[in-house]
Every structure is written in C-alpha cells, then in structure tokens.
C-alpha cells in the first residue's frame, strides 16, 4: 500500500505542474495592462520602467515562472497588487470558510443522497423509486444560485426569515457559525446530491444483479445483509470515485454560494481578484484551489484502492 | 412421506404487464426425489431446469413467481415435513445454506470479491449456528480439506480473484456443504469448468455423497455429466417434463422422441455415421406453446392426436414416467 | 444500429422523452420567434418600474421599466446560442481529440490525455471564469470559454468509445484485411461512438446553459443591458423583496430548460443504449 500510494504522488507531479503552467500562460494572456490599472493611463513611461521591474514584469516568462513558482514551493504566493499583502495567509484564513463550507455540504448530500439511492435500488419500480428519480433529476437540473434564489425568496416572503449575514468563525461561536452556514450548506450540498443518488442507485442495481448477490441469499441472509454487508460494498467503488469528482463541483458551487450569502471563502477572493484586475491574487487562488481538487482525487484513489482487494498494489 | 423432496403441479409466471395475461414458462411439473439420491435434471437451455429448482429454495428471481397450485413438500433434519410454497420469508431463510444448499454455474463470479473466502464460508455458520471464531475457522479449515483444497490455511486468507475456476467452485462446494444440508442443488456446475477440472469436481462430489447423507439434484445439458452422477433422470422440456426414469433406462431405453433424440445428438459424436443428428425445428418459446404436444412439430412420430390434445405425464412402466401419446393411452374420444 | 427515424420514434413514445423533445421545441421557438413574440424588446423601459405582472406586462416589468417577458424570450436565445455553439466547439474538438488518441494510443494518447487531465483538475466552473478572464466578457467570449472547458470530457468519451469499438471483432477483422485508416475510423469505428458520444452532448447542452447563467449571474458573461437569464436574475436580487416576479421568471426558466435537456438526455441514452437504462 505504501508503495502505491507513492507511485500515486509521484504521478500526480506532471499533473500538478502542467496546473501551474496553464495556470501562469493564461494570467500571461490576459489583456490589460497591469501596470496601467494601477498607475493610471498617463504615467510616464519612467514610473512604468519602475513598476515593471519592481513587480519583476521586465523579466523573460520562463525567468517570471520559474520565480512564482519557486516561490510558491516555499510557501510565498506573491503580494497582492491592491493590497501588498501576502497573498498565502489569506488563501490559508479564508479557505477554512470554503472547506468547512464543501465539508459541510459533501456530508449533507452523501447523508441524502446514499440512502435515497440504496433505497430506490432496492424498491425498483416503485413509488418510492420514482419520487428519488425525478429528486435526483431535479437536483442535477437545478443551479445552486437559481435554488438560493428561490429559496431565499420563499423563506422572506413566507416565513420572514432571513440568512443571517456576516461571518463567524467555527471555533470561536459554534452555534452562530452553523447558524450562519447551514443554509448555503444545505443549498450546495441538495444541488449536488442528484448525481451521487442516480450513480447510487445504478451502481446497486448493477451489483445486485451480480451472481454473488445469489449466493449470499443461497447460504440464508436476509435481505438487509445482502444488501448492506455485501451490495453496498461493491456498490460503494465507482460511488468514491464520483464523489471525488463532486468535491471539484462542490469547490465550483462554493464560488457562487459565498458570493450570494457574502461568505468571506476562497471563491469571493478569486472573484474580487478577477474584478479588480489583481493578478497575482487569481493565480494563487486558481492554483492553490486546482492542488486541493488534485490532492482531494488522490486521498479518493488511494481510499478505493484501499477497499477493494482486487487492485493490485505492484 | 419418505420422500426427501415431492414437487407437485409446479408452474412459474413471467408477467406481461397488465392487459396481458402471464405467460407460464414451467407448466405442471412434477418431481420426486428421495432420501440420498442422486437426481439429474437434464434439457437445454431456457427449457426452466434452473428456474424450477431456484424456486425449491425460494430464490425465484423478479418478476418470476409461482403459479397458482404449485405444491413443494420437504422433509426437513428433524423429521418435519414443510410447504415450501407456504413459509414466510425468515422460515425460508432458515432453510437456505442449512437444510438445502444451491451452488451455481460461474464459480468465479459467485463469491462477493471484497471478502477472504474464510469469511465467505464462515457466514454460512454465521447464519445457521453459533460458534466462536475459532470454532468456526477449524470448521472452515475441515470443510477446505474434505473438498481436496491443497493449502486451506493460505487459501482461507485469499481473496477470490486469487483462485481459479476450479478452486472455487470447490470453495462453493464446501460452503454448501458446511451445515450438512439434506438437498444439494448444483445448477450447471461445471459448464463453466475445463473439462479435466470438470471431472475431478464430478469426482469430488461423488466422494462427498458417501460421507454427507446429502440428496443432489444435477441440473445439467450435458448427458456425458448425468451418465457420470446421477440415479434418477428427468428430462425437461419448453417447461415440462417428458419424461423421468433411473439413468439406465433413460440411456438405454428412451421413451419419450425427444429423449431418443438427445441421446442419437449425443452418440453420433462418437460413431463412425457421416452426419451428425440433430433433432428438426427450434425450441418453441414460451407464450408460443401448441396446444397439443410441444414437441409435436419436431417429432417423428407425431400423430395427429399429438398436435390436438396435449399428452399428460404418465407412469408406462414402473418408475418410468413419460408424456408421450405413443406410449399413453390414448383417450376413447378422439378428434382427428 | 439504429436509424435516426427509429430513434426518434422510440424517443417519441418514452413519456419523458416526449416531454424534453416538445419542452426544447417550445424553448427554441420562443428563441427563434422572441422578437415576434416580444411586445416591447429587451431594453426598452416601456413601463413603470417594478411593476408587478398584469395583462399587459406578462412578467411583470424591472427595475428599469422593462418588459420582463420580452428579456426573458431574448435570453432563451442566449441561452440557446450559448449552449449550441459552446458544446459545437466542444464536440468537435473534443471528438477529433478523442478519436486520435483512442484510436493512434501510444505517446500520442499520452500526451492528449495528459492535457486533458490537466484541464479536468479544475472545477469546471473556475476555469471557464479563468479563461473568460483572459478572453473577456461578452456572449463571444463567453460561448468560447464554456467550449474550451467542455473539450476535455468529450475527448475521454470518445476515446473511450474509440478504444473499446477497437476491440470488437469486426474491426480487427477489417484491419487485418488491409482496410485503409480513414475508411475504418469512419465506417467501423464512429457508429460505435455515435451513440454514446450524442447523450453526452445533450448532457454537455444542459450543463452550458447552467455554466452560462451562472457566470451571466456572477458578472462575467454576458454584460448589461443584455438580457441573460442569469444577469437578470443576479440583478433581481436587490429587489428581491419589492419584485420577487424579477427573480421568480428567470430562476424558474433557467431550471426548466436545464430540466429539458437532461430528461431529452436521459431518454435519449436508454433509447440509445438501453443496457444502461436507469
């Protein structure tokens, strides 16, 4: 197992560099000078000359690259133009709010969405089947943001309700922070559940089909057995790696949800770093959020290779 | 009744949604087997061997079910007779893995691949007994040696997909076996098997049969397997039986045309003709049954009574049932 | 095979399929038709503003007085050319790619897919704002941003196809008489990807229409004062309380489109390959 698992770091390193790459060549492409939005169209080219080599923008791309990069080895992601604050500290305080805000919904729609899907499996055809299709259909079709909306309007209309603003960190009131992340939570977490239930419910389908699952019947389980000890098992491979998936369009959702309920996270920081032309600020954040998808997906791969007996470890 | 096993009248139903009526893919099926017997259940694919036996244990698959007047007696360990088709769900699985045991025809995809084949074995205890672990590891480890498994000590710690064919279906074999059922139900089980696997595993289960007071019933299409196992011979086909004797008489002595058929298939292999036989026409399917006799268009010797009314299985010699107008009396009234 | 006729007969008598094939006709006809149907036109303030719906205002009017039912018509079409050109990009760049590399494998496989896996490390939605960043705002950008990041996902089908069709007998067959390339990638190997690779793309329509709205929501797609659904929809939310009708349309087309298509998608791929019915 150890082995594998470090094979599995070491392939992820190509990957993880092509991510920079990309990721510097595209801050690279975007027009609009920086040195302008900050300075104002009528420097002189002398206060340019300044600013450019201040900020190292003279300099040949791969020597720029080289240099970020390095830096982010070390734990610097640059300063932010606006602010000339370190751009790392502040990716680190606000992805706590995006984390708890991904952990929180990941668990609300695993909780809903499992279950639902286990359960339509097994009463196919049924009424209770149908109502979990056409859920799981509804929430792969509805947009977190178009939910919140409505959602949103429905409580202040109806029940004069509304999502607390502000934010509170976790460990400092508890109950305000749940208070406060419980809706978009919950908004994010149903959005996404409808694809883990339909790939639930196929997946168990498929493996209840399988002649192991006679077996079982064969030496006198009951139901619940064969479907929990052994159906659910085998179920629960591609249910991983989906899942897996799901955190990257959790981190996506996230982005907009923080937006609606002004959660101070990660994908507000991008975003104002996006309107306000603050380069180095978007290419720390774009990076530092594609490594926690990647590392997320590796944690998903080694956590299936563990269960199951038949990957092999050379 | 002495008999381990008497099925009466059995019919299994395919439904065909709700403006149509179902169609019976097994129709009026009548079995008898005894204590320590060796019962072959031999026809081709899709004539319902396997779906009749899968319903003795109850394990008819959705949307299958059984028809209306299907009778299963069973005698169970302790001398009790029961209706199988009577007995609720928990009685059922009470029965199954302890009383009578099924093994089927993919060895290498009948075991659950996220479980050592110690704990596969073990649940069979863990449904029907209550020891401790490390009675039930020595029981496990007793079973792997009585199915000739070289190795049970490292074999009880792999996985399934470490094993071959023929090692598992061994492995089945002895989870079978663990709780001393009364019946054995082996559905094909060595279709799937190279042919010299395929003898040792016969071998095998011969030797089994004089140590356990087990009654098999071999489903099979194979003649070659039936010669090799069995005592009692039904012959099934499009969902009935034709025709039920001891091996000796069915091999040497056919009634029914269609047996005589399967049998000329069979030894043609080995002679010196030119041609090898083949019985004429296809297996009707089921809803498309004829009136009269279903294997009334592929027969020789069909009569035109055979065409009109079906024949009905009857005893034309002692022990040996055939549902055949050749050999039935024919009833007084006739329509031409 | 099936026949296109088959095929959309079988759609036609599947309820749901009936359903997403009449829905998206409605959805492309209020698209074609909008400024037929429209009284007044997206951008004209026409009435009071805030006003809520009435017979003669549909929907209902915005902060700016304009006819709600009129930007909601124009922003189907948006939505609909979006979503179209987008996965038109997609497909075929991503089938071209898809093909080379399932079909050549090798090095050239490996470096396409290494590629590919790069752009599938990011969640979707940040990457199609990140190339948006670079390319700019507008309905141009915005179709080529959201095409670009649905490439990588139509190359892994349809090199997954390619692969798989690979192993089929006929096709080994054909090679090993001599066939040339071309003519195998076109006879023997695309029927088998066709199928697959279409309940993808209805599958890729719905989720560019939802990318789409959710960047028009967040600003970065197509600007004021064109009507987008999510543009308008974001900009409902100051008014939430005094004109709920501002943010109620929209949000509701939005979700019923995107509805259509994945019920037509979902049809579509038991239709198709009903192996994988659900």
């Known amino acids: 197992m150890k082995n594998y698992t470090i094979r599995r770091i070491l392939q992820l390193i190509p990957v993880l560099f092509g991510i920079s790459v990309l990721i510097f060549a595209v801050m690279k492409m975007i027009p609009g000078d920086v040195i302008s939005g900050i300075l104002g169209v009528e420097a002189t080219p002398e206060l340019r000359a300044q600013l450019a080599a201040k900020y190292g923008l003279d300099r040949p791309y791969i020597v720029q690259y080289l240099d970020w990069i390095v830096g982010v080895l070390h734990g610097d992601f640059g300063e932010s133009i606006r602010t000339s604050a370190p751009i790392l500290p502040e990716i680190l305080s606000r992805f706590k709010v995006t984390a708890e805000l991904t952990i929180m919904a990941a668990v609300i729609s695993w909780c809903i969405a499992i279950p639902l899907g286990v359960l339509a499996a097994v009463k196919r055809n049924t009424f209770a089947d149908r109502f979990v299709r056409v859920f799981a259909l509804l929430g792969v079709s509805v947009p977190g943001f178009a939910l919140s909306i409505l959602l949103i309007l429905v409580l202040s209309l109806a029940f004069n309700y509304f999502p607390p603003l502000g934010y509170v960190g976790f460990f400092e009131d508890p109950l305000r922070n749940l208070q406060i992340m419980i809706l978009p939570a919950a908004i994010l977490g149903v959005s996404i559940s409808g694809s883990v239930m339909r790939m639930t419910r196929s997946s168990v389908l498929e493996v209840l089909r399988q002649d192991f699952i006679k077996t079982v019947r064969a030496k006198g389980a009951s139901e619940r057995v064969a479907i929990f000890k052994h159906a659910l098992r085998n179920a629960l491979i591609p249910i991983i790696t989906l899942i897996g998936m799901q955190i990257g369009s959790l981190l996506g959702g996230a982005v907009i949800v923080e937006q609606i309920f002004s959660l101070p996270g990660l994908g507000q920081m991008t975003l104002t770093g996006i309107n306000q032309r603050d380069y180095p600020v978007v290419q720390g954040c774009v990076l530092f959020i594609a490594f926690v998808y990647v590392l997320v997906n590796l944690v998903t791969d080694l956590l299936y290779a563990y269960i199951d007996p038949r990957i092999s470890y050379d | ?336 | 095979m099936k026949r296109f006729g088959q095929i959309l007969r079988e759609l036609w008598r599947d309820p749901m399929g009936r359903i997403g094939m009449l829905g998206i006709f409605l959805v492309i006809l209020m698209a074609v038709f909008a400024p037929q149907l429209s009284h007044f036109g997206p951008e004209k303030m026409v009435g009071l503003p805030k006003a809520p719906p009435s017979s003669e205002f549909w929907f209902g009017t915005d902060n700016y007085g304009r006819d709600i039912f009129s930007r909601i018509l124009y922003g189907a079409r948006v939505s609909l050319q979006v979503g179209i050109i987008a996965v038109g990009i997609a497909a075929t760049a991503g089938y071209v790619l898809g093909l080379i590399a399932g079909y050549f494998e090798g090095w050239v496989d490996r470096v396409i897919m290494c590629v590919m896996d790069i752009f599938f490390a990011f969640p979707s939605i940040l990457l199609a704002i990140f190339i948006s960043a670079v390319l700019g705002r507008g309905l141009v950008n915005t179709m080529i941003a959201i095409g670009i990041v649905n490439i990588p996902v139509f190359a892994r089908t349809v090199r997954a196809s390619v692969i798989s069709a690979k192993g089929l007998e006929y096709v080994q067959n054909a090679k090993s008489v001599g066939v040339r390339t071309g003519a195998i990638l076109i006879r023997h190997i695309s029927p088998n990807v066709v199928a697959p690779f279409t309940v993808q793309a209805t599958l890729a329509l719905s989720s560019a229409i939802l990318t789409e709205a959710s960047m028009s929501f967040l600003g970065l797609g197509i600007q004021p004062p064109d009507p987008s659904w999510g543009s308008m929809l974001s900009e409902a939310r100051t008014f939430m309380e005094q004109a709920p009708w501002m943010a109620v349309f929209p949000a509701l087309f939005i979700i019923v489109t995107i509805l259509l298509f994945n019920i037509l998608g979902d049809s579509l791929r038991d239709v198709l390959d009903p192996k994988l019915k659900l």
Request: hydrophobic share 40%; net charge negative.
């Open chain 2, 1 to 336: 009744m002495d008999h381990l096993l008497e099925i009466r009248n059995l019919s299994i139903e395919l439904p065909q949604g709700r403006r149509k009526p179902p169609v019976k893919l097994v129709e009026g099926v009548d079995l008898t087997v005894r204590k320590k017997q060796n019962f072959g259940v031999v026809g081709e694919s899709g004539c319902g061997k396997s779906i009749t036996c899968s319903s003795i244990m109850g394990l008819l698959s959705f949307p299958l079910s059984l028809g209306q007047g299907s009778s299963i007696r069973f005698q169970q360990g302790d001398g009790r007779e029961v209706e199988i088709t009577g007995l609720s769900k928990a009685e059922l699985r009470k029965l199954r893995g302890r009383d009578i045991s099924m093994i089927f025809q993919e060895p290498m995809t009948a075991l659950d691949p996220m479980y050592t084949i110690e704990e596969q074995i073990c649940e069979s205890l863990l449904f029907h007994a209550s020891l401790s672990k490390a009675e039930m590891h020595d029981a496990a480890l007793e079973m792997l040696r009585k199915v000739k498994i070289p190795r049970p000590e490292q074999i009880l710690k792999d996985y399934p997909h470490h094993l071959s064919g023929g090692m598992l279906q061994r492995v089945m074999i002895a989870i079978a076996l663990i709780n001393n059922p009364r019946l054995l139900i082996a559905d094909e089980p060595t279709t799937a098997l190279d042919v010299t696997i395929q003898a040792q595993i016969l071998d095998l289960m011969n030797e089994l049969r004089e140590s356990y007071d087990t009654s098999v019933i071999m489903i099979t299409h194979d003649l070659g397997v039936i010669a090799e196992t069995c005592e009692e011979v039904a012959v099934f086909y499009a969902g009935q039986v034709v025709e039920q004797s001891d091996v000796n008489t069915i091999f040497h002595a056919p009634a029914h045309p269609y047996t005589a058929g399967l049998l000329r298939s069979v030894l043609s292999l080995g002679g010196a003709q030119q041609e090898l036989y083949t019985i004429q026409g296809t297996v009707p399917t089921a809803g498309n049954f004829s009136v009269g006799c279903r294997f009334a268009d592929r027969c020789e010797h069909c009569m035109d009574i055979c065409r009109n009314r079906a024949p009905a299985l009857s005893e034309i010699s002692p022990g040996h049932l055939c549902r055949c107008w050749l050999h039935a009396d024919t009833p007084k009234e006739e329509t031409a």
